[in-house]
């Protein structure tokens, strides 16, 4: 496999799972960027444990994501059933003071990063497998009462408490989850780079989630596949030149998607148009 | 006790800054029902815009006009974009600070590909001028002292227009109660475009005091500043005007007097970690929200 594929396949399957974090508690309405720095703190951590203490992957992983779920628990706390807009400055303002204290951390290499993590063998087929349990485990969730109580949420606040949903517990729950999985995609992220820069959790990756999540649609979980698979593809597609703009394209994407079809490209209503239907003399009988 | 007022002074001059853009903000939210993530990235266009004119001219006037046109201008042809996001069915104000956050990218990746080589650019000396008074430690600089005086300035001037103008009811009506305003003859999308204009008018000056008194602009600036207006905007509860100024003067001295005492990029670090835990306390905000 050449080197461009591997690294497209790569960072391909971190970003749907990043996606996947930010489409969660958004089922109920939040944006929670603090999916960012949970990904920074597991991958700094991650790469530190492998390469200073020799730790093996697994326990790596294991630790990764217990991290960043205490993480998640521990601010769900107190944002669980905050409005969007105090859980995107949480999330924003944790990113900025994560970057800032990796960045004045000589123990993790400053603003010049972090290199030579150990290899592990066969990462691109461990990350493919992670990304598909954590699919099944997400669609599981999609299908469950948990899923339909946060379709309720996200409709009405105020008709989902009438209907006796929990909306802290619930809120709890999605950004939990969402932190484990955000910790999970930053050991892999460190096992597939095998270096680390603090300008990688950035606005700008700030930016390109939101791309992949609004533009891939935010009422499925399928929308972020193809999305994070096409973005991931433009600096492949377009020539050097058009890739350098690549921010821009990003950009304009997401405020075209807004403007002509705000649920995504792949929408709950388009995916239960494709379900089989049941003939109407079947019916009728 | 002098590096103390010194940067109390210094932090007071940014903290105005902040009560202007959080002003702004604030207005596009309670009259144009958006959230403008997008905002800070005018202003910082506009910093440039006064950076360049004053590449080849010497007249204050037209670097002051061409700098608030392009301020204006921009404000203003976001507006159709936002009514269209807000006329479709179904969707809500998230959907404005998404757009906006792509608008934001946009400008933040053609300032750095496009001006100067995206390196930051220094303002000249006769534009920011030295030092006005000096007392030991304590100097205030031009930059300072128009900061200051601009920003209360330009503070009173929009609450004048907002509690003693027609237009500035008719503002009022909007935030209280879109329908009910709409119901007694109030013009939404005229009122709407006006808020559009002070809005631009209000970027396009806290460029020209955030110019003078920082002396330099980069492409990145707008996402700091983004990020503090909206951290201010929350704190003090999102859409509350009178909060705002309280919350921006106080995160400006908050932010000097780390400057003062904590070396390097820590010092900005303080003031998130401060308002990070003011909203974990309080995430309704420290005077309540007005959506």
């Known amino acids: ?285 | 006790m002098e590096i103390f007022i010194a940067q109390l002074i210094s932090g007071l001059a940014l903290g105005s800054i902040y009560v202007l853009l959080v002003t702004g903000f604030n207005l596009m939210l309670l009259v144009a029902k958006i959230i403008q993530f997008a905002y800070p990235q005018i202003v910082v266009i506009s910093m440039y815009t006064y950076w360049w004119v004053l590449q080849f001219s010497n007249n204050i006037f037209l670097v002051i006009l061409a700098g608030l046109s392009v301020s204006i201008i921009l404000s203003i042809l976001s507006e159709p974009i936002f009514r269209k996001i807000n006329s479709t069915p179904g969707v809500d104000i998230n959907a404005s600070f998404i757009a906006s956050m792509g608008m934001a990218m946009i400008a933040m990746d053609i300032m750095s590909h496009s001006i100067n080589y995206g390196f930051p650019v220094s303002f000249p000396y006769k534009w920011i001028g030295g030092s006005i008074l000096s007392f030991g430690l304590i100097t205030i600089s031009k930059g300072q002292l128009f900061a200051l005086g601009g920003g209360i300035i330009a503070v009173l001037i929009f609450f004048y227009l907002l509690y003693h103008t027609n237009q500035g009811r008719f503002f009022r009506a909007i935030a209280e109660n879109l329908f009910a305003a709409s119901l007694v003859g109030i013009p939404i999308i005229k009122t709407s475009i006006f808020s559009y204009l002070i809005v631009g008018i209000l970027g396009g000056f806290s460029a020209l005091l955030f110019s003078m008194l920082i002396g330099s602009a980069s492409p990145w600036l707008g996402e700091f500043v983004a990020l503090k207006m909206l951290a201010v905007s929350i704190v003090a509860g999102l859409g509350n005007l009178k909060g705002g100024l309280v919350c921006g003067l106080i995160l400006g001295i908050i932010e000097s007097i780390a400057i003062g005492y904590i070396s390097g990029s820590w010092s900005n670090v303080i003031a998130f970690v401060v308002m990070l835990i003011v909203v974990l306390i309080r995430p309704q905000g420290l005077f309540g929200t007005k959506i």
């Not at chain 1, 995916?271 to 049941?278: A, F, G, H, I, S």
């Open chain 1, 1 to 285: 496999m050449s080197e461009v594929t591997y690294y497209f396949l790569g960072f391909s399957a971190i970003y749907v799972l990043m996606g996947w974090a930010l489409y969660l508690p958004y089922r109920v309405g939040q944006l929670h960027f603090l999916i960012v720095a949970c990904m920074a703190i597991s991958a700094y951590f991650g790469g530190y444990a492998a390469k200073e203490w020799d730790w093996p992957f697994v326990l790596v992983l294991i630790s990764g994501i217990l991290i960043s779920t205490v993480i998640g628990f521990i601010f769900s706390l107190a944002i669980g059933k905050a409005p969007c807009f105090t859980v995107v400055i949480v999330g924003l303002t944790s990113v900025f003071i994560v970057k800032t204290t990796i960045e004045n951390w000589k123990l993790l290499g400053g603003t010049i990063g972090f290199f030579h993590v150990p290899s592990v063998t066969n990462i691109l087929f461990i990350m493919y497998f992670l990304l598909i349990i954590t699919g099944f485990l997400i669609y599981r969730i999609d299908h469950s009462r948990l899923g339909r109580a946060a379709s309720v949420v996200f409709v009405d606040r105020e008709v989902a408490i009438t209907l006796g949903v929990d909306i802290k517990k619930l809120g709890m729950f999605f950004q939990i989850t969402a932190c484990a999985i955000a910790g999970m995609a930053g050991v892999l992220d460190v096992f597939l780079v095998r270096s680390l820069s603090p300008e990688f959790f950035t606005f700008s990756m700030i930016g390109y989630l939101m791309c992949i999540l609004f533009v891939g649609g935010h009422t499925t979980m399928w929308g972020v596949i193809p999305s994070a698979f096409l973005l991931q593809g433009i600096p492949l597609i377009f020539s050097s030149n058009i890739a350098s703009w690549r921010q821009v394209i990003y950009g304009a994407l997401l405020v075209i998607i807004i403007l002509l079809r705000p649920e995504g490209m792949i929408t709950r209503k388009m995916l239960w148009n494709m379900k089989p239907k049941v003939p109407q003399q079947a019916i009728n009988k």
